[in-house]
């Protein structure tokens, strides 16, 4: 008999994986947490029902997100990032020698002992003694928070439940005063494909752009996510996320990558016209 792994992506879209195991399931009211070997993807990450990464393909969504920001911000040393429990934006950020510290919010500590066991070789880096790990919300662990931080990393798994206050203009003000006066803000921004999707894409871009001087969208592809296409936004205080990338600097680090290179990073930048269609409506509009 055949076992499939199927996500629905509409109500008319499913997107299904063959796998071989089923390796763990918890339930919690924080949601429901689900581990599988699958043939093509190898073992996968799934959260209410939705994959989070995939062994095949966590490593462009996870570098892309760490080392955008990193490449442009030649100096951060203090980083704050949201999610990401399974360790794989981490992994990335331990790369850097110049960090001094990585702060890691994962509300559902769950999936952080759950990929302790089932991810080791990307958990490990959770044990970095850079890393201190916190259990809360985003928007309450970053309400009093004032010009502590370089860099911000919003690696969310979605903008529903838990997610929901990540949608909202309190919390992007409430980064925008975390980061120090040049620092920079990235999150996945969900695709622009399907309907749904795009709709809360352009909500989270038209708060970052009432809380940030500077805020672009980048993207990439993600075979295993919706559509195979993903958004992410970047937002400063100062840095522009081409025009004060430092090619050579971050080449000079050697620092070895699957994904990202600083070529990429330059044509990421470039979208299109349907999506910057999509960004323009909702920048128009203001709060």
């Known amino acids: 008999m055949e076992y499939w792994f199927s996500e629905h992506h509409t109500e ?3 997107f299904s994986l063959k796998v071989d195991k089923h390796l763990y399931s918890n339930e919690t009211d924080l949601g429901r947490v689900d581990i599988f070997d699958s043939l093509e993807y190898g073992r996968i ?3 209410d029902g939705y994959i989070i990464f995939t062994e095949r393909d966590e490593f462009i969504y996870d570098e892309m997100l760490a080392h955008i920001p990193m490449a442009v911000h030649k ?3 203090d980083i704050l990032v949201f999610g990401a429990g399974d360790g794989g934006v981490i992994d990335e950020l331990v790369k850097y020698k110049t960090i001094e510290r990585i702060d890691l919010v994962e509300i559902n500590d769950g999936v952080i002992e759950a990929c302790r066991q089932y991810f080791p070789d990307v958990a490990v880096s959770l044990d970095d003694p850079r890393v201190n790990l916190y259990t ?3 928007l309450r662990f970053i309400r009093h928070i004032e010009n502590e931080y370089d860099i911000i990393i919003v690696d969310s798994a979605g903008f529903y439940g838990p997610g929901e206050s990540l949608l909202t203009r309190e919390f992007y003000g409430s980064c ?3 980061l120090k006066e040049d620092g920079i803000m990235v999150n996945q921004h969900q695709s622009p494909f399907y309907e749904d999707d795009r709709v809360e894409t352009q909500k989270a871009h038209k708060r970052i752009l009432n809380n940030f001087p500077i805020s672009r969208v ?5 075979p295993s996510y919706p559509s195979g296409y993903w958004l992410f936004g970047f937002a400063s205080k100062k840095y522009h996320p081409v025009t004060d990338l430092d090619a050579a600097h971050w080449n000079s680090l050697g620092i070895y990558t699957d994904y990202y290179t600083t070529n990429l990073h330059i044509g990421c930048f470039a979208l299109p016209a349907y999506v ?3 960004l323009k409506n909702v920048e128009k509009i203001k709060d």
Not at 218 to 222: D, L, R, V
Request: proline fraction near 0%; avoid cysteine; hydrophobic fraction near 45%.
């Open 276 to 278: 910057e269609r999509a």
């Open 176 to 178: 925008y005063k975390a």
């Open 218 to 222: 980048y993207q990439a592809h993600i």
């Open 136 to 138: 809360d919300n985003a």
């Open 12 to 14: 008319n879209v499913k």
């Open 45 to 47: 990450l799934a959260v």
């Open 75 to 77: 100096n951060a040393k």
